[in-house]
């Protein structure tokens, strides 16, 4: 169950960084409102999962999944390259991410 409450606490804070950017440009309350609801959630259930899984672990992957989901957001739906060398280094992540899973 730790993993899945990880999986939603990186899942919650792309949406807090989806909301930074919403923030950026347009300064209204539906904005701050993702942006502190993805925040706060995004902590919420990074707690629950602290409380099983070890601090290293949770924080390298909860980093990873906020990293990747925010370049994967920025590419699709805010013109952000999509050159090669980015979607390597994404994959890279994924697979650090997939050994850290596999080595605990």
């Known amino acids: ?3 899945i409450y990880l999986i939603l606490a990186g899942s919650f804070e792309v949406v807090g960084v989806t909301g930074m950017n919403k923030v950026a440009k347009d300064k209204n309350l539906q904005s ?3 942006l502190i609801l993805g925040f706060i959630l995004s902590f ?3 707690s629950l999962a602290m409380k099983t899984l070890p601090l290293g672990i949770s924080y390298a992957v ?3 999944i906020g990293t990747v989901g925010g370049v994967i957001i920025g590419m699709l739906f805010y013109g952000e390259a999509r050159d090669w060398r980015r979607i390597l280094f994404i994959g890279l992540i994924i697979v650090s991410i997939m050994g850290l899973k596999l080595t605990t």
Do not use: Q
């Open 44 to 46: 919420c259930f990074l």
């Open 62 to 64: 909860w980093t990873g």
């Open 32 to 34: 701050y409102i993702v």
């Open 1 to 3: 169950m730790a993993w």
